[in-house]
Nanobody, 124 residues
Framework: QVQLAESGGGLVQAGGSLRLSCAASGRTFSSYRMGWFCQAPGKEREFVASISWSSWSAITTYYADSVKGRFTISKDRAKNTVYLQMGSLKPEDTAVYYC??????????????WGQGTQVTVSS
């Protein structure tokens, strides 16, 4: 079992930045895959970014086209934490952001564990 806890959401003006954190507990983090998704009111949950790593391979990241060049996913293995650095934020980035573990890429069904979400609101 893996427990995920997001933090770092809030209200920011367009063009600003936020860093979301996802702290994982309950499982060894030596080899894993995690992702971030977002869900705006009245819309389906959408893929944002994912990251994969292990002791024997390089870190691999994957981004939705809408966030490429603006968002960066990274991890701190010592802290069992994955981050989403969000920059050049737009009002359309407003959503609840969810951390997920166990999957890779945009398919929601591939992920086994989900956090409760953290609200990001971007004002114009």
């Amino acid at each position: 079992q893996v427990q995920l806890a997001e933090s770092g959401g809030g209200l920011v003006q367009a063009g600003g930045s936020l860093r979301l954190s996802c702290a994982a507990s309950g499982r060894t983090f030596s080899s894993y895959r995690m992702g971030w998704f977002c869900q705006a009111p009245g819309k389906e949950r959408e893929f944002v970014a994912s990251i994969s790593w292990s002791s024997w391979s390089a870190i691999t990241t994957y981004y939705a086209d809408s966030v490429k060049g603006r968002f960066t996913i990274s991890k701190d293995r010592a802290k069992n934490t994955v981050y989403l650095q969000m920059g050049s934020l737009k009002p359309e980035d407003t959503a609840v952001y969810y951390c997920a573990a166990g999957g890779w890429g945009p398919a929601i069904a591939d992920y086994d564990y989900w956090g409760q979400g953290t609200q990001v609101t971007v004002s114009s």
